[in-house]
C-alpha cells in the first residue's frame, strides 16, 4: 500500500492512498449533501410577517464534566488543568447559576425568545434551568448529552445511535416539546451524525458553518434544514478563545449587523445568528454592551427574532428549501 509521505515519516502518521478514495470525489463539492448553490443568486424573499432581517439568539447550556477525556479533543471551553480543575468547571458553573440570570433579564427586555441548545444532561442536572426556559417558551434543541462526549469519526457506530437517541429523548420527555432542532457539542460531526438526528424525527441541525441562510440538506432518513449558527460571531470565539474586549466583540457584531441590515433591503431575508454562553457573555462587565446592541438592532423598521424551529418553518415555508 503506498502512502504520501516519506519513509522517514513514521508508519503510523503517513495517510494510506486509500484515505482519498471515498464516494462522490470530485472537484468542487465531493459529497451528496446538497447541491452546490451561491446565495448571490437565490430569489429575493421576505420573511412571512415582512421582517428583512431575523435575530437569531441562541443560548448554549452546556455541562463540562470534571473528568472529561482529552481525546479525541478538548472542546472548545473545556477543561485546561489535570483533574479537578476547579478554576475552569466553577467558571462554567458561574454560568448555570448566576449568569443565566442576568441574560435571562436582558433578554426579557426585548421579549426575545431564544433558542437553547442543551447538553441533556444540563436539563437533568439543573432542573431549574429547563423550568425558567420553558416559563418564557424558549425553544429546546438538543445539543448532544455533554461536552464530555463528542460525536467524530473514529467513534462507534453504534455509541453513537445510543447518544443521539438519549440525547433527544431526555430532552423531549423532560421539556415537553417536540424537539426538532440539533447541535454537535464543539461544532463536530462523524459522518453519519446527520442521519441519526433526521432518523430520530429531528428537523433542523446547525453544525456546518458554510452560509448565512438555511439550506436542505440531505440524509438517508430525509432532508434536514442546515441552520446558519454562528462560530465566528459568537462569544465564545470572541471573547474566550481570541480573549479580545468587548468593545470589539461589539464592534464586530455592530459590523455584521450593518452588513446584513444593508442586504436585506435589496437581496431579501437575513438571519443574524448571535451565539451566546451565559459563562462568558453573562459576565458583569459584558451584559450591558448585549442590552445596548439588542436595543439597537430591534430598533430598525424590518428587524425582528424568532427561534431557530421558527426560522426553519417560515423558510421552508417561503420555498427557500426548494
Known amino acids: 500500500m503506498s502512502s504520501y509521505l516519506p519513509d522517514s515519516v513514521t508508519p503510523d502518521a503517513r495517510i494510506d492512498a486509500d484515505y482519498f478514495n471515498y464516494p462522490h470525489r470530485r472537484k468542487g463539492l465531493d459529497h451528496d449533501r ?84 442543551m447538553n441533556s444532561v444540563v436539563a437533568q442536572r439543573y432542573p431549574y434551568l429547563l423550568q425558567e426556559i420553558l416559563r418564557r417558551d424558549w425553544e429546546v434543541a438538543a445539543a448532544g448529552t455533554d461536552m464530555g462526549h463528542l460525536f467524530h469519526g473514529q467513534m462507534d457506530p453504534a455509541a453513537e445511535v445510543a447518544l443521539v437517541q438519549e440525547s433527544f429523548s431526555t430532552l423531549r420527555s423532560l421539556s415537553g416539546q417536540a424537539v426538532t432542532g440539533w447541535h454537535s457539542p464543539a461544532f463536530s ?98 451584559i450591558r454592551a448585549l442590552d445596548r446592541m439588542l436595543g439597537q438592532f430591534l430598533g430598525n423598521e424590518g428587524v425582528s427574532h424568532a427561534t431557530g424551529e421558527a426560522l426553519r418553518s417560515d423558510w421552508v415555508a417561503m420555498g427557500g428549501n426548494a
Open 34 to 117: 446538497f447541491d452546490r448553490r451561491f446565495l448571490r443568486d437565490m430569489p429575493v424573499r421576505n420573511w412571512t410577517d415582512g421582517s428583512r432581517l431575523k435575530l437569531w439568539v441562541t443560548v448554549h447550556f452546556e455541562h463540562f464534566p470534571m473528568d472529561m477525556p482529552a481525546k479525541p479533543f478538548v472542546p472548545p471551553g473545556g477543561m485546561d488543568r489535570p483533574y479537578p480543575s476547579v478554576w475552569d468547571f466553577s467558571t462554567r458553573d458561574y454560568g448555570n447559576r448566576v449568569g443565566i440570570f442576568r441574560l435571562f433579564k436582558v433578554l426579557d427586555k426585548y421579549g426575545i425568545k431564544a433558542t437553547a441548545a
Open 189 to 286: 460531526q462523524s459522518a453519519q451524525t446527520p442521519d441519526l438526528v433526521a432518523a430520530e424525527g429531528g428537523k433542523w441541525i446547525a453544525d456546518w458553518i458554510n452560509d448565512d441562510m438555511p439550506y436542505a440538506f440531505r440524509t438517508s432518513a430525509g432532508d434536514l434544514t442546515q441552520m446558519p449558527l454562528s462560530w465566528d460571531l459568537s462569544d465564545h470565539k470572541i471573547l474566550h478563545n481570541q480573549n479580545m474586549a468587548i468593545p470589539d466583540y461589539e464592534w464586530q457584531i455592530n459590523g455584521a449587523f450593518a452588513a446584513l441590515d444593508a442586504e436585506s433591503k435589496t437581496e431579501g431575508a437575513r438571519i443574524l445568528s448571535l451565539s451566546l454562553s451565559p459563562w462568558i457573555i453573562a459576565q458583569p462587565s459584558r
